[in-house]
T-cell receptor, first 112, second 114 residues
Framework: SQTIHQWPATLVQPVGSPLSLECTVEGTSNPNLYWYRQAAGRGLQLLFYSVGIGQISSEVPQNLSASRPQDRQFILSSKKLLLSDSGFYLC???????????FGPGTRLTVL | GNSVTQMEGPVTLSEEAFLTINCTYTATGYPSLFWYVQYPGEGLQLLLKATKADDKGSNKGFEATYRKETTSFHLEKGSVQVSDSAVYFCALSLLRGGADGLTFGKGTHLIIQP
């Protein structure tokens, strides 16, 4: 069966510091991968998605970036965090060409 | 653009009450529709889905019917339990180019009291 992992589970970072969140999927090949942010009172917002290694599509302009160095690994990064980057970050995957997405446990990021 | 509208709540019910959470959508095309559930501090779990008009998705006593004529996908359960307390998200997907992010409603916080 397929499983999706995210780490760290929680993170507290100062403004201006770098960020790296990791997501990995097991038990499947060539998944579509997604990063969402859930901010208080704003629902879930799609940040990035990827259909393959090195292929990243950005949905919202921001100071975040994403990379997919391996088939089942998806990384969310920032060079300098802003207060507004605080939120709950969710990674998701779907089989190629399928619309159902399966979510990881999330990372709670607090920027102080 | 695409959008999903749902009641935000909180919705507070007594155990064994009937539940309806309304969801309506706007989409350019024929989307697939989903309900996800989020328990405190956790990620989202797929609850049910429907891919075409008049389809009924069901799981764990929850049901929702894809109504194209009213662009709705209301979630129902006949008898709720305390363990159903969570945030429920309605979402749609329009696959394009082999991948698509889900468009979510803002979520409905459901509280079930014993």
């Amino acid at each position: 069966s397929q499983t999706i992992h995210q780490w760290p589970a929680t993170l507290v970072q100062p403004v201006g510091s770098p960020l790296s969140l990791e997501c990995t999927v097991e038990g499947t090949s060539n998944p579509n991968l997604y990063w969402y942010r859930q901010a208080a009172g704003r629902g879930l917002q799609l940040l990035f998605y990827s259909v393959g290694i090195g292929q990243i599509s950005s949905e919202v302009p921001q100071n975040l970036s994403a990379s997919r160095p391996q088939d089942r690994q998806f990384i969310l990064s920032s060079k300098k965090l802003l207060l507004s980057d605080s939120g709950f970050y969710l990674c998701a995957w779907s089989p190629p060409g399928a619309d159902t997405q399966y979510f990881g446990p999330g990372t709670r990021l607090t920027v102080l | 653009g695409n959008s999903v509208t749902q009641m935000e709540g909180p919705v507070t019910l007594s155990e064994e009450a009937f539940l309806t959470i309304n969801c309506t959508y706007t989409a350019t095309g024929y989307p697939s529709l989903f309900w996800y559930v989020q328990y405190p501090g956790e990620g989202l779990q797929l609850l049910l889905k429907a891919t075409k008009a008049d389809d009924k998705g069901s799981n764990k006593g929850f049901e929702a019917t894809y109504r194209k004529e009213t662009t709705s996908f209301h979630l129902e359960k006949g008898s709720v339990q305390v363990s159903d307390s969570a945030v429920y998200f309605c979402a749609l997907s329009l696959l394009r180019g082999g991948a698509d992010g889900l468009t979510f409603g803002k979520g409905t916080h459901l509280i079930i009291q014993p």
